[in-house]
């Protein structure tokens, strides 16, 4: 048996008015994720734990079967991994963006990724922090785009931190690191935004009308996780395809194989039908391939639902799609999809509503489960079936025999 999961990041979405009360779900073209909806299990699942921030590394951890309550240390952690730092007992990992904040007198945070900076300017520009900010126990790591990493040495993990796309707007006074070592971070922070203002990258920006990554943010923080294996809790071998740092790291804590698509970008250009191809291949070798796009989740925290649309179009035309007609060549497989949580546009940012899901089986053994004329969340809700916790997913992916 071949086993996948397909994860449309932040997919899940409020009525929208313009879309006839419509979700996004609803209004976009989905054949692929509505021919699994209505040839196999649909349903409602718990993704974020009561007491849990509505966050991307607590839901894809709780889907992939972890509890957080056990096994979260925090998000940082998690992309450290995912970009192959090795973190000591006593370090502390911080998720470092780059940001565009405000040029008023009251900063606010104008855009959390620097208008998706490439990573070409982006390492330049971390590479540069590092050289003037770093020491022996401050380092900073070049990941992708806006997403970075800082590592303190013997710092504290007991602080209160935000992401940054969840003030995009906002005054960021507020929104400062509260706790023990803040000094640290806000020195830090406050360093950068003068090395950033001459920075040469950020005045070709300016020049070619491009908002300029004018300072870091500091959050997520957090000490290297103990995970059990994905092989040792379910006796699968398996690997995980993302351009997510985040989602690679889970993967590389839970020893799965991390698999790279070249043109992966974590964005609306991101190649889709690659992801697919791989994951295809990656079957040919083991049991299971946890396949993550980030693009939904993206137009969603840029307030923008003709992109939020799009990136759901293009993961079922060229992700859903191309998996259902590729895994004909086995005998025997099931294929989840479900977004891993709400993001809905016009917060622009998470929330933690239970999301809609979806399982088919080339055995027919979750068919009439939860019939539903597509895949959305209004569907999912009137089918009844509601999983009240997020592992209960991949149990019931993984089962012989299932069981609500």
């Known amino acids: 048996m071949k086993y996948l999961i397909l994860i449309g990041d932040g997919m899940a979405d409020y009525p929208v008015d313009k879309l006839g009360s419509k979700t996004p779900l609803m209004a976009a073209k989905t054949p692929g994720m509505d021919f699994i909806a209505k040839h196999g299990m649909l349903g409602r699942v718990k993704t974020i734990p009561e007491g849990f921030p509505a966050g991307s590394d607590i839901a894809n951890l709780v889907i992939m079967g972890y509890d957080p309550g056990l096994f979260y240390t925090g998000r940082a952690p998690l992309e450290a991994a995912g970009m192959g730092v090795q973190l000591e007992k006593n370090d502390v990992a911080f998720r470092c963006n780059l940001v565009t904040l405000s040029s008023h007198e009251n900063l606010q945070m104008e855009d959390f990724s620097a208008e998706h900076i490439t990573t070409e300017e982006a390492k330049k520009i971390i590479r540069e922090i590092n050289e003037k900010l770093g020491s ?22 007991q602080l209160s931190t935000t992401p940054p796309h969840d003030i995009t707007g906002k005054e960021i006074l507020h929104y400062l690191p509260r706790g023990q070592g803040q000094e640290t971070l ?11 203002k001459t920075s040469l990258i950020n005045q070709k920006r300016i ?3 491009k908002k300029p990554a004018n300072a870091i943010w500091l959050w997520g923080q957090g000490k290297r996780p103990n995970l059990p294996t994905f092989h040792k809790k379910y006796r699968r071998t398996g690997s995980v395809i993302s351009a997510v740092d985040l989602i690679k790291g889970l993967g590389a804590y839970a020893g ?13 250009d991101t190649n889709y039908r690659g992801k ?10 083991c049991d299971f391939v946890y396949l993550h796009v980030e693009a939904p989740d993206e137009a969603s925290h840029s307030g923008d639902l003709k992109n939020k649309i799009r990136a759901i179009e293009d993961f079922d035309e060229k992700v859903v799609t191309t998996i259902l007609s590729g895994m004909k ?7 989840a999809v479900l977004p891993d949580h709400y993001t809905p546009f016009s917060l622009m940012t998470h929330s933690p509503e239970p ?8 055995d027919n053994k979750f068919e009439a489960k939860g019939r539903a004329k597509g895949f959305d969340e209004e569907s999912a809700e009137l089918s009844g079936i509601y999983l ?3 592992n209960n997913l991949i149990d019931l992916l993984l089962s012989k025999n299932f069981r609500l």
């Open 136 to 157: 022996e126990n401050i380092k900073f790591f070049e990941g992708i785009s806006y997403r970075h990493l800082m590592v303190l040495k013997n710092g504290s993990d």
């Open 186 to 196: 806000i020195r830090l922070m406050e360093k950068s935004k003068k090395i950033l």
């Open 207 to 209: 020049k070619n009308n």
């Open 256 to 268: 799965l194989k991390i698999i790279n698509v070249p043109g992966a970008t974590g964005y609306l």
């Open 276 to 285: 697919a191809q791989y994951a295809l291949k990656e079957l040919k070798k």
């Open 329 to 335: 060549q086995f005998t025997d497989y099931r294929i």
């Open 355 to 362: 999301v809609p899901f979806a399982i088919y089986s080339s």
């Open 388 to 390: 009240d916790k997020g």
